[in-house]
């Protein structure tokens, strides 16, 4: 069985800060991909990166940037400077290349105020 | 060109109830699934349809069912509506894949947020 956790529920900040949401995951496949998702309050997942299980480079798009560890099983999301439009849920998630199922952490709000 | 498209986006039932909820993919996608999102369970897996066929379920009730037509376009039906059925319902699309292997894009819309009083 899948899981994805997100030991942090709530992650409140001032603007310009940086702030970094966990995710932790178990699977037993070796091949699968992993996903950061934002939910602002229109309630839409708006895909933000997917990374596939043998690509363990660290990648970086504007703000984001996202560290994958195998060894530890991590995939961590990073906001720099942070700002009032980032506040929204943020989901982790996890497939398996054969599936079509997506397994959700439980979700991080981030809250940035100005 | 259009994104993933969700019918009602509000609706409110009474226990006892039946519900349809309505997805049309981004065109040329032909898998639809379904996912429920509340506090309490956050977001589950309730059904993936490709090809009129359903090819994933999640461990949902028979309550929940659904259907894929020709046009990829996708329905949701829960039946004798509990209190507990009030979530947000996301269906997201994608190309579907069958014989290569899923990379997982998914195409979210905005949800169905059901209401069960």
């Known amino acids: 069985a899948q899981k994805v956790t997100q030991a942090q529920t709530e992650i409140s900040v001032v603007e310009k800060e940086d702030v970094t949401l966990d995710c932790v995951y178990e699977?037993?496949?070796?091949?699968?991909?992993l996903f950061w998702y934002k939910q602002p309050p229109s309630g839409e997942l708006v895909f933000l990166i997917r990374?596939?299980?043998?690509?363990?480079q660290n990648e970086i798009s504007g703000r984001y940037s996202w560290n994958f560890q195998k060894s530890t099983s991590s995939f961590n999301f990073t906001i720099t400077a942070s700002q009032v439009v980032d506040s929204a849920v943020y989901f982790c998630?996890?497939?398996?290349?054969?599936?079509?199922?997506?397994?959700f952490g439980g979700g991080t709000r981030v809250l940035v105020k100005p | 060109k259009a994104g993933v498209t969700q019918t009602p986006r509000y609706l409110i039932k009474t226990r006892g109830q039946q519900v349809t909820l309505s997805c049309s993919p981004i065109?040329?996608?032909?898998?639809v699934s379904w996912y429920q999102q509340t506090p309490g369970q956050g977001l589950q897996f309730l059904f993936e349809?490709?090809?009129?066929?359903?090819?994933n379920k999640g461990n949902f009730p028979g309550r929940f069912s659904g259907r894929q037509f020709s046009n990829s376009r996708s329905e949701m039906n829960v039946s004798t509506l509990e209190l507990g059925d009030s979530a947000l319902y996301l269906c997201?699309?994608?190309?579907?894949?069958?014989?290569?292997?899923?990379?997982?894009?998914?195409?979210f819309g905005e949800g169905s947020r059901l209401t069960v009083l």
């Open positions: 997201a699309s994608s190309l579907g894949g069958g014989p290569v292997p899923n990379t997982g894009e998914l195409f």
């Open positions: 699977t037993r496949d070796t091949t699968y991909y």
């Open positions: 990374r596939n299980s043998f690509d363990e």
């Open positions: 998630a996890l497939i398996k290349a054969a599936g079509n199922k997506l397994t």
């Open positions: 065109s040329g996608h032909r898998s």
């Open positions: 349809y490709f090809s009129e066929t359903q090819r």
